[in-house]
């Protein structure tokens, strides 16, 4: 299936290699993902968004045959997961940093896991180093921190070295030091022409790091689209001591201008990203600036704005009341396996 390019750019012709379509997953009366839709391109990271409880990581366990859906596809390379002939060389994936054996050291968990492919142990060294825990590697992982388990969790992704990467929360535990590394660790994988899905609640990082979001509220989706697609019409902000003067002037010299109380007295709104052009029409007008910038609407406040809305807030809580948890003394529920139908977590 044929990618269609940002409105302006070139057609991209590459195939989608994470196709979902019409997927949808119910739990007896719940439904946790409800006839959704997107695709992820190649060579790109897709930023995968939604509040607790919208269907983010039960998708992503339905497209590695984790969940079995009860409606629609989720293919990678144009089948299931279950139809992949070696799936370890075609897609990693990392949903959680606590599927390690505690006695075993990071090492001898990417050793068991390479053997079933048929991969030789100098990947497995080259992986320790290149995620940056090699003097951790006979270390047990039950003593690793979080930021330790999520490198282990990417180390055992790689493996195979697959052209598909799917992340659940790749920042989780992670230091500034440790988010800025992972940041540039994906744009080189990217760069690779690798195909990169991450879920993610990092909304200012996400924002450095993504060039496409999927937002998602609810199982449906909510919005679609490239970071800059997302921010809408570029426009400038201008501070100026003559508001009206400067507004008449951009208007005259047809620009789309207006007052912008949001940003503060004597702020100015102009639909148009050539700051040059603006200053020499304020000039030109004998208009003072004192403030000459982009003005772009953030992801966060984008986000909140649709996933707040009354169509899109969480259905499956009434009056923010906690679901009822089992009787007291009651034994918890036994953990899903693979293929199971229980819902995953708080975010169904």
């Known amino acids: 299936m044929t990618v269609t390019a940002a409105a302006g750019g070139p057609p991209d012709t590459r195939e989608a290699a994470i196709v979902v379509r019409d997927l949808s997953k119910t739990f007896g009366d719940f439904v946790a993902v409800d006839h959704l839709s997107f695709e992820v391109t190649p060579g790109r990271i897709t930023g995968f968004l939604g509040p607790n409880g919208a269907g983010k ?53 990417l050793r068991v896991l390479a053997a079933t492919h048929g991969i030789p142990d100098s990947r497995v060294d ?29 180390a055992a992704a790689l493996l195979g070295d697959p052209h598909v990467l799917i992340l659940d929360e790749p920042a989780n535990g992670l230091d500034p030091e440790g988010i800025r590394w992972l940041r540039g660790f994906l744009r080189h994988l990217a760069s690779e022409g690798k195909t990169i899905l991450i879920s993610s ?38 501070r100026t001591s003559n508001s009206r003067g400067l507004i008449d002037a951009l208007r005259a010299a047809g620009l789309e201008a207006g007052d912008e109380p949001a940003q503060g007295p004597g702020a100015v709104r102009v639909v148009t990203g050539d700051l040059v052009r603006v200053g020499d029409i304020a000039l030109g007008a004998g208009v003072p600036v004192h403030e000459l910038r982009v ?30 948890g089992p009787p007291t003394g009651a034994p918890p529920p036994p953990s899903p396996g693979p293929g199971s139908d229980a819902p995953e977590g708080s975010d169904r």
């Open 57 to 109: 990581t039960t998708t992503l366990r339905m497209l590695l045959g984790l969940v079995r859906p009860s409606g629609g596809t989720g293919l990678i390379d144009g089948v299931t997961y279950a139809e992949l002939p070696r799936p370890l060389e075609t897609v990693g994936a990392a949903l959680e940093a606590t599927n390690f054996h505690p006695g075993r050291s990071g090492r001898d968990h």
């Open 201 to 238: 609640h990092l909304l200012t990082e996400v924002e450095q790091t993504v060039d496409d979001v999927v937002i998602i509220a609810n199982g449906q989706l909510v919005r679609q689209g490239t970071i800059d697609e997302l921010h809408g019409e570029t426009t400038a902000l201008v």
């Open 126 to 154: 080259e992986l320790l180093a290149l995620v940056g825990i090699p003097a951790a590697a006979r270390k047990r992982a039950g003593g690793y921190s979080m930021g330790m388990r999520q490198r282990l969790g990417l």
């Open 295 to 324: 003005l772009r609407t953030d992801l966060e406040r984008l986000y909140f704005q649709l996933t707040e809305s009354p169509e899109n807030r969480n259905r499956n809580l009434t009056d923010g009341a906690l679901p009822a």
